[in-house]
């Protein structure tokens, strides 16, 4: 008699659970979730067209926002855009109603978390929760074809898991920012498709060698700002033959220079700056015709300031700040006609200023403080924006001083020298 008296509570919860089945992977399970996300998160997005989709007689795919999109048959919907819309908390169960969804984007948001149902939305390819509050990874591990994860601007701390290699069609990772530590999971070579790389502002640590290995399709990698060390070696750079920015400034990175940054022939960001790397500047940097911007400053590196500037023509930014760098500035750096800024601070450089340096360059700022220069300073210098020669010795300064004003009157013009 006991069991009779429970057969129709049974009956309601499979009958319950058969609606909430038959909801998910539906029209009608689209239209509960774009629902509770009006309802609990922020009803004033659905104001444009009047569009509202808790109205079950108003077709869910007509007059939609910009923010949604649906499928050609309009039924189903694969696209929410929710960028700055200004919702908070943990987004509601019912998003996994989605599993049509190929993109979310909910960036610039205040939220702390995505809900277990999430690993529902099996078509998902782009998932964007870029700045918001989240403090745990979001379940992804099981939704195989996302190309692109950008987790990046929040608060998520702990290791980094080996679940990430499971996304085989990865192509993009952002997990910039957050509170990330530990080694890069070796896992991570499984992402042969992987193209950028960004895990900069975190806390990894470990051999970098180690970690990112076989990755022959990056074009990207920023690791600025952890605890990475050991070193760049050769066979690791000549696995990343695609690559076309290398940024792994201030970490703890050591031994020489590798002479097959040469072969980097895409390279146009070379960020190598605030490590322990040591020995001389390769030559072959001097075959980076594509190159931008490269940032070696605050190494201990020896030798000279290598000669390689002749075929670097497209440089716009170039430091060698505090590496303790000798002997005189080359004469083919008055190749770098276009460079906004060039850094030789803090050397040990010694001679004159090449002439050419002032007359051709077209920077908004040559520092050259902290060297042992010596010599005139050319009249042409009077030509450029800011021109930093702290610390270094020129005599007969009224020459050059008498046409170059210490501050003009709309400001453009500085001069700091001592």
Not at 7 to 28: H, Y
Not at 43 to 61: F, G, I, K, R
Not at 314 to 340: K, M, R, W
Not at 392 to 407: A, E, M, R
Request: net charge negative.
């Amino acid at each position: 008699e006991d069991r009779t008296a429970m057969w129709p509570v049974a009956l309601v919860v499979v009958l319950l659970s058969f609606g909430a089945l038959a909801r998910a992977g539906s029209p009608e399970g689209d239209r509960q979730a774009l629902c509770d996300i009006m309802r609990e998160k922020n009803p004033t997005l659905w104001t444009v067209n009047h569009y509202d989709p808790c109205n079950e007689a108003q077709p869910l795919c007509n007059k939609l926002p910009h923010y949604v999109t649906c499928d050609s048959s309009g039924t189903r919907v694969v696209s929410l855009t929710l960028e700055s819309s200004r919702m908070n908390g943990t987004m509601p169960a019912s998003l996994g109603n989605l599993d049509m969804l190929t993109a979310l984007d909910l960036e610039l948001n205040y939220l702390t978390g995505l809900p277990e149902t999430l690993s529902q939305c099996v078509a998902l390819r782009v998932l964007i929760v870029s700045h918001n509050r989240l403090h745990d990874l979001p379940p992804v591990f099981q939704l195989p074809r996302l190309e692109t994860v950008d987790f990046g601007y929040n608060n998520i701390t702990g290791r980094l898991p080996d679940s990430f290699g499971n996304l085989s069609s990865l192509i993009t990772l952002n997990i910039a920012h957050n509170n990330f530590y530990g080694p890069l999971p070796s896992s991570l070579c499984h992402l042969a498709s992987l193209t950028k790389l960004y895990a900069q502002d975190n806390h990894f640590e470990g051999a970098l060698s180690e970690q990112l290995p076989q990755l022959i399709n990056l074009n990207t990698i920023n690791l600025m700002n952890n605890s990475l060390s050991g070193e760049l070696t050769e066979e690791l750079l000549t696995q990343w033959s695609s690559l076309e920015i290398l940024n792994v400034m201030y970490n703890s990175l050591s031994g020489s220079l590798p002479h097959s940054l040469g072969a980097l022939n895409r390279l146009r960001y070379l960020l190598l700056a605030s490590n322990n790397f040591g020995g001389t500047i390769p030559t072959e940097l001097g075959t980076l015709v594509h190159l931008n911007t490269m940032l070696l400053g605050r190494n201990p590196l020896v030798g000279t300031v290598p000669d390689i500037f002749s075929n670097l023509t497209n440089l716009l930014d170039v430091s060698f700040y505090g590496c303790n760098l000798e002997g005189t500035i080359p004469t083919t750096i008055c190749h770098l006609s276009q460079a906004s800024s060039l850094n030789l601070n803090n050397n040990r450089l010694s001679g004159t200023i090449p002439s050419c340096l002032t007359s051709t360059f077209v920077s908004h700022t040559i520092s050259l403080s902290g060297n042992e220069l010596t010599g005139t300073l050319p009249e042409a210098v009077s030509s450029l924006t800011i021109l930093c020669v702290l610390t270094s010795h020129f005599p007969c300064l009224d020459t050059v001083l008498g046409k170059l004003q210490v501050c003009h009157a709309d400001g453009t013009q500085l001069l700091f020298l001592e």
